[in-house]
């Protein structure tokens, strides 16, 4: 079975604060991509990460992809309160002849000031 | 530049109807993918369109169709409503038949009583 999962699937953080989210996937997969979700809104594309070894950057967020462990890490660094939402990772993959993409669990991040 | 725009913005229908959503993709996307998002969950992968066809397909019973217009925009068709098809229809606009770089609209929120 395909599966994506996350952890944590809650985290409360301090402002200030680093904190690591999981992304783990049983799927061979080179691509894993990152998105963030604020309560009732749609998706936002954080990160795409298409090689093994991609590391990316955006502000306080940096997303790391090991294919070979099956790994993503999604880091914050020094949290700020406009960072809560719910985080998702999803990869994209031929399965049995047929192309499927999956998200994981989400990660609902909450900073706290 | 328009991003990805979805009609309506919610909808109410009772079991057994049938509804149908429309999404227009970004400027210069010419491929679209619809997902499902129950409430607290993840995003789940319907289809996806390009060139007017239906590429891929998620784990989605036949009560599920679409169609893919020569501007690009499309419509997602839901036959027979269950009372588990309440969710959150999210569509994303891509380039080339890919999923990278997806692009999300604002949503429609259908409820079925």
């Known amino acids: 079975e395909l599966k994506v999962e996350q952890n944590p699937l809650f985290l409360s953080m301090q402002e200030g604060k680093n904190y690591t989210i999981y992304c783990n996937y049983s799927?061979?997969?080179?691509?894993l991509y990152w998105y963030r979700q604020d309560p009732g809104k749609s998706l936002e594309s954080l990160f795409v990460?298409?090689?093994?070894?991609a590391v990316k950057q955006e502000g306080r967020l940096m997303a790391s992809l090991d294919t070979k462990a099956r790994l993503s890490t999604l880091h914050i660094t020094a949290a700020v309160h406009d960072l809560s939402a719910t985080y998702f990772c999803a990869v994209d993959t031929q399965f049995s002849g047929t192309y499927k993409y999956i998200f994981g669990t989400g990660t609902r991040l909450k900073v706290l000031a | 530049d328009a991003g990805v725009t979805q009609s309506p913005t919610h909808l109410i229908k009772t079991r057994g109807q049938q509804v149908t959503l429309r999404c227009s993709p970004k400027s210069g996307h010419d491929t679209v993918s619809w997902y499902q998002q129950a409430l607290g969950q993840g995003p789940q992968f319907i289809f996806q369109?390009?060139?007017?066809?239906?590429?891929q397909r998620g784990n989605f019973p036949d009560r599920f169709s679409g169609h893919q217009f020569p501007n690009y925009s499309s419509e997602l068709n839901v036959n027979a409503l269950l009372l588990g098809d309440s969710a959150l229809y999210l569509c994303?606009?891509?380039?080339?038949?890919?999923?990278?770089?997806?692009?999300f609209g604002p949503g429609t929120r259908l409820t079925v009583t």
């Open positions: 990460l298409l090689s093994n070894g």
């Open positions: 799927t061979t997969s080179d691509r």
């Open positions: 994303a606009s891509s380039l080339g038949g890919w999923a990278y770089e997806q692009y």
């Open positions: 369109y390009y060139e007017e066809e239906e590429r």
